[in-house]
């Protein structure tokens, strides 16, 4: 789509005065770590959460795919709302804690389905079996192409067996399957954040990498926001902007104080 211009947004922020910020982690703020277990703070993204958040004209919600406390440790900054496993677990500005599920109604049916991935993963090299409590995801990166298919295939197929498709949604990607609850759904988390914590007249912006922030594109653009995919190369997308990589992402957010007109 990428129907804006840098100035376009520009001016669209300095007339709002306010901006209610949603930023994916992983690819958009930072490149990949090599597991999702790999949870290492780095410094320059703490600090610049930091200043967004102490910000009288902005609001932050981190809004990511990782458990909560992975993300606690990642941005471990007051201020900020934290948001893991797509919105399943949420973490206040004032450090509430908040399950949108129950994780009693959840849990049985996804020790079925891990007991059942493991025994296919096997000794097979290049997987990983991410459990984030509320979710199970099933790594591939590092393993034989023709070798990920297949058995993301079959993991596929063994979800489908075990889960009810009115409480739980397969999330996919390049070698990558996910199991969750429905919630576990960016766009309607943005959704629920956006009617549960209102802050009329601010300019809400999402930055995101990957087809689970297409979902929140959509949401945020309805409202009269704007949508900034961060990526490589151009794609189709619901987006109104792209930034060519987390580097970019990072510098672009560190101009916008400037932007409202007012210093820290």
């Known amino acids: 789509m990428m129907a804006l211009t840098a100035g376009h947004i520009a001016e669209r922020m300095a007339q709002a005065g306010r901006l209610w910020l949603f930023l994916d982690y992983d690819g958009t703020l930072a490149d990949f770590a090599p597991t999702p277990d790999h949870v290492n ?8 959460i930091t200043i967004l958040a102490e910000h009288p004209r902005i609001r932050v919600a981190v809004v990511s795919g990782r458990r909560l406390s992975h993300v606690e440790a990642l941005v471990p900054v007051t201020g900020a709302l934290l948001v893991g496993t797509y919105g ?8 509430r804690r908040i399950n949108r599920v129950g994780h009693e109604a959840i849990r049985p049916v996804l020790d079925r389905i891990k007991t059942r991935w493991i025994e296919m993963m096997g000794e097979r090299h290049g997987f990983f079996l991410e459990d984030k409590g509320w979710a199970l995801a099933l790594h591939a990166r590092f393993a034989d ?8 295939e ?9 889960v009810a498709s009115d409480r739980f949604r397969v999330l996919g990607g390049h070698k990558f399957l996910e199991i969750g609850p429905k919630l576990a759904h960016k766009g309607k988390t943005v959704a629920y954040l956006l009617d549960r914590y209102p ?26 926001g704007i949508a900034i995919l961060v990526a490589a190369r151009p794609r189709e997308t619901e ?16 101009t916008l104080p400037a932007h409202l007109g007012i210093s820290r």
């Open 41 to 48: 703070a780095r410094p320059e993204i703490v600090n610049l």
């Open 88 to 95: 399943i677990e949420l973490r206040t500005p004032e450090g």
């Open 145 to 152: 192409d023709a070798e990920a298919e297949a058995v993301l």
């Open 154 to 162: 079959d993991a596929r197929s063994v979800a489908a067996e075990l």
């Open 199 to 224: 802050w009329p007249g601010a300019l809400p912006i999402y930055l995101g990498d990957d087809d689970k922030d297409e979902e929140a594109f959509g949401v945020v653009r309805a409202c009269g």
């Open 239 to 254: 987006a109104d902007y792209r930034l060519e990589s987390p580097q970019a992402a990072r510098q672009w957010l560190e």
